[in-house]
């Protein structure tokens, strides 16, 4: 193995995540050197070159990043963690997130699960039916945006910034739910596209703050709009 590949092998980690920790060990003989006449059975470096001893076996077969419970997780970046969760507003429903792909690789965007439940014991309308799933909703600061999973979207794979606005229907629509009913739907994160000659990062760094206003109760025709409530969730996450 030549020293410039050693190099690289030993900077392909993202910083974000650490460097790939390793021990490589030098053979030699019992006292140190060799004769004309008798040679070591064990390799060791050539003095006269910079190439140390091939230990390709003893390394890991990729790099990684502890996961946070003894195990590993594959290299990408950056990774998402929740920071805060906004408790429940008063209304007969409840969200819940839950992260389902913590890291950005090259097969997906951070991802995570939007639920909501009816806490109530009657059935409720829900509106409007894709904000209280975060679904086309944009950080506080418009550097981000959860799209729903199963789209398709101008955005190069690994990168996962949007090349192009994406559009989005003017409709609203009611979810209904039963009493103790929950319904689920995952998002993923993409950055939102920049203007045009503006430079921008795939994904930026930080901390960002993600809210939805929806609203609970009389909102079809056939029910009573006198029961129409107003409330507003949310929850910031970081990426690093």
Do not use: K
């Amino acid at each position: 193995m030549s020293l410039t590949r050693r190099t690289v092998l030993g900077s392909t980690a993202l910083l974000s995540f650490g460097l790939l920790a390793g021990c490589v060990g030098n053979g030699g003989s019992d006292d140190g050197a060799t004769t004309d006449d008798e040679q070591t059975d064990t390799p060791t470096d050539d003095p006269t070159t910079d190439e140390p001893t091939d230990t390709t076996d003893d390394l890991p077969d990729g790099n990684g990043t502890d996961d946070g419970t003894g195990g590993t997780r594959p290299s990408g970046g950056p990774g998402i963690s929740l920071v805060s969760v906004d408790d429940a507003p008063d209304v007969p429903v409840e969200h819940e997130v839950e992260i389902t792909e913590d890291l950005a690789t090259d097969e997906h965007p951070p991802q995570v699960r939007i639920t909501l439940t009816n806490t109530g014991d009657e059935t409720v309308e829900v509106g409007e039916g894709r904000t209280v799933f975060f679904q086309y909703v944009s950080d506080t600061t418009n550097d981000l945006i959860f799209l729903p999973a199963d789209g398709e979207y101008p955005a190069e794979a690994g990168c996962w910034r949007l090349e192009d606005h994406i559009a989005v229907t003017e409709e609203y629509r009611i979810l209904s739910l039963e009493p103790g009913e929950s319904r689920s739907e995952l998002v993923d994160l993409y950055g939102v596209a920049q203007p045009e000659g503006e430079e921008a990062s795939c994904l930026p760094v930080g901390e960002f703050r993600f809210e939805a206003a929806f609203a609970v109760g009389g909102l079809s025709g056939a029910s009573d709009g006198d029961d129409r409530q107003e409330a507003a969730w949310g929850f910031s996450l970081t990426l690093e």
